[in-house]
């Protein structure tokens, strides 16, 4: 506990629960973060930009461990390359990063950036861990809101989805950063695995609204992932306790 622990995306849905567990634990914790913020509560925030590498050296400097959250839409691989460098440099003794169930196995171009992003990590020379976790229930209510404001429903058909509590990867998250470095730990998942359409009926119902489902067509290789549930956990991971409907009963009931 007497050098502070670095967590990239540490403002972010999965960092908001994170951070207060590192600092309960009694560790000082630095955040990186793209525009400047005063320092309170035990946090110091350095600004630092992953896609530029502005900063980073200077963020990860006198840090032995280093918790990566930060992501987007793209640029996820550059990112954890210029972290991955910054830290190597730094003498990091435990880098952990957080991946997404699938990441090998569905062809999105997303899903590639954290695949390379995976291995970034483990070819850096510094002792890693990696969890890979399925799609957090915030993400999904904010998708089924979007769908919900259409006319009708769409519903692609064969895609499920195995939704998690982003407080419960945020404990597991802790958990890892604090113990030793592990390799590719099992996957962490929801309880139960929906349709969308399963997933559409209990948010309708909290919103008192109705629309009709409509069976849908993902095309493509995407498609045909999705449809052998290669988004899905695989055998041996570890599964959540907080169903979807309880978190929907949590935040909108």
Do not use: C
Not at 99 to 127: F, Q, Y
């Amino acid at each position: 506990m007497t050098s502070p622990i670095l967590v990239t995306g540490g403002t972010g849905t999965l960092g908001g629960h994170v951070v207060p567990l590192l600092r309960a634990s009694g560790h000082e914790v630095r955040i990186l973060s793209r525009s400047p913020r005063p320092a309170a509560d035990g946090l110091t925030y350095v600004t630092g930009d992953l896609l530029t590498g502005e900063g980073v050296a200077a963020a990860v400097a006198g840090a032995r461990t280093v918790l990566h959250l930060a992501g987007g839409p793209k640029g996820d691989d550059e990112a954890t390359r210029t972290l991955v460098r910054a830290a190597s440099g730094a003498g990091v003794r435990h880098l952990v990063y957080i991946s997404v169930i699938g990441a090998d196995r569905v062809p999105l171009a997303w899903m590639r950036t954290k695949l390379e992003s995976e291995r970034a990590v483990a070819e850096s020379g510094i002792p890693w861990t990696t969890l890979r976790a399925a799609q957090f229930h915030d993400l999904t209510l904010t998708m089924v809101e979007k769908m919900a404001k259409l006319p009708v429903f769409p519903v692609p058909g064969g895609l499920r989805l195995q939704p998690v509590d982003s407080r419960e990867v945020a404990a597991r998250l802790v958990e890892l950063t604090l113990g030793g470095p592990s390799g590719l730990v099992p996957d962490l998942a929801g309880p139960h695995v929906h349709d969308l359409a399963a997933l559409a009926r209990p948010y309708l119902r909290l919103r008192g609204r109705r629309r009709p489902m409509l069976p849908v067509r993902i095309p493509g290789k995407a498609g045909r992932a999705y449809r052998a549930g290669e988004n899905l956990t695989v055998a041996g991971a570890e599964t959540g306790k907080r169903t979807w409907e309880q978190f929907l009963e949590e935040r909108l009931g």
